[in-house]
């Protein structure tokens, strides 16, 4: 098939960095020219060590001078790289498809408001939801004007859940014009590994026994002879790390392992090693990081909050329970810790369910969409 066009992608994030941006970026650059698509590349990250400032106008240009001969352009967040892009596709007057991952006024608001450290603690976590009805500063209302703008401004949007659909709807956006187009999962498990690009077969063969490791090399590897939970994610205030440390203080037959900062391979031969994965998160749009650990057979308590429920059901791929219940996370935990039978049945269920997630069903999704 041969479609002959040309795609301009703006990019917050590309690998070596980590995060959906840039693993979606990987998977386009490798897989969109397979189906007659030229792509084109413009990566915030190559003017980042500019200062504040000079860097977005040094981006502005470096996609201004990318969108010559270009068909459509994709943002893939619609403030630092989808406000540059949905100005320049104006000027040239070109398709503009914006990628909605998530809310990055809320982002910020939230994060405000841990680091000044509220004292009532009911008032530290605000929902994504809670956020769409209320009014905060002024940098805040201009960041979130700024990507309900650019969002209402695009000709389609795309988002990785159901959940951040409803999200987008919040921001003035009618359903029509959003598109749910789940995250990619290129492991061995999803799809022939001869089908994929050179790129995305090296991700997937980290994934398999030959180049991990079995669950007990690794464990002697890392010197764990106790059983371990791990957890792993940005240190951010919304991901619970806090409540799940002192949680482990209470089962001191376990061990915790936290990872804010690791190499991927390390990281995932420790989550291969582990015996639970926790992610008490408050917010997820759709975590590829689930996915990861999905494909690789730990079993997984997180919360059912954002995009959590449409990878995980409760009870079948993993257990499923409320933001920071301490009484909840603690009796999770305990139960799959001493019951091995059914932490493997549901591991073995979420394994299965991963390979609903191939880069074949993604691509072909936004194919159908830039068609």
Do not use: C
């Not at 070109?94 to 998530?102: D, P, S």
């Not at 995250?183 to 089908?195: K, Q, T």
């Not at 951010?236 to 990872?259: D, T, Y």
């Not at 997984?300 to 959590?308: D, Q």
């Amino acid at each position: 098939m041969s479609m002959n066009r040309t795609i301009l992608i703006a990019t917050p994030l590309y690998p070596p960095d980590v995060g959906g941006p840039a693993t979606f970026a990987k998977t386009l650059e490798a897989e969109l020219p397979k189906w007659g698509f030229d792509v084109r590349l413009v990566k915030f990250g190559e003017v980042k060590h500019l200062p504040k400032g000079i860097r977005h106008l040094a981006y502005f240009y470096k996609l201004f001078t990318a969108a010559l001969g270009a068909d459509t352009i994709l943002a893939f967040d619609p403030v630092s790289v989808g406000l540059p892009a949905y100005i320049v596709a104006r000027l040239f007057g070109k398709k503009f498809i914006v990628r909605v991952a998530g809310d990055y006024a809320w982002e910020q608001e939230q994060g405000k408001r841990q680091n000044a450290k509220v004292k009532n603690t009911s008032q530290k976590f605000l929902t994504p939801e809670e956020f769409q009805t209320k009014k905060f500063g002024f940098v805040t209302e201009v960041r979130r004007w700024v990507e309900r703008h650019v969002a209402k401004s695009s000709e389609k949007i795309i988002v990785p859940s159901q959940y951040l659909k409803k999200i987008v709807e919040m921001w003035g956006v009618t359903p029509e014009k959003i598109s749910v187009i789940y995250n990619a999962f290129a492991s061995d498990n999803s799809i022939p590994l001869r089908l994929l690009s050179d790129e995305l077969r090296e991700d997937a063969v980290e994934l398999s026994e030959q180049v991990l490791g079995t669950r007990e090399e690794l464990r002697k590897k890392f010197g764990w002879n106790k059983k371990i939970v791990i957890s792993a994610g940005r240190d951010v205030p919304w991901k619970g790390f806090s409540l799940l440390r002192e949680v482990m203080k209470e089962i001191p037959e376990a061990g915790l392992f936290v990872a804010h900062t690791l190499q991927k391979k390390e990281l995932l031969e420790r989550i291969k090693a582990a015996d639970l994965f926790v992610l008490n998160t408050g917010y997820e749009g759709l975590s590829h990081q689930l996915l990861e650990v999905m494909s690789i057979g730990t079993p997984i308590i997180t919360t059912n909050v954002g995009g959590n429920p449409e990878l995980i059901e409760n009870g079948k791929e993993g257990i499923l329970i409320q933001y920071n219940d301490r009484e909840a996370l603690k009796r999770s935990i305990m139960e799959l810790l001493l019951i091995p039978e059914y932490s493997a049945k549901l591991a073995r269920q979420a394994k299965e369910k991963v390979k609903q997630f191939t880069v074949e069903k993604m691509v072909r999704e936004l194919i159908a969409l830039l068609s």
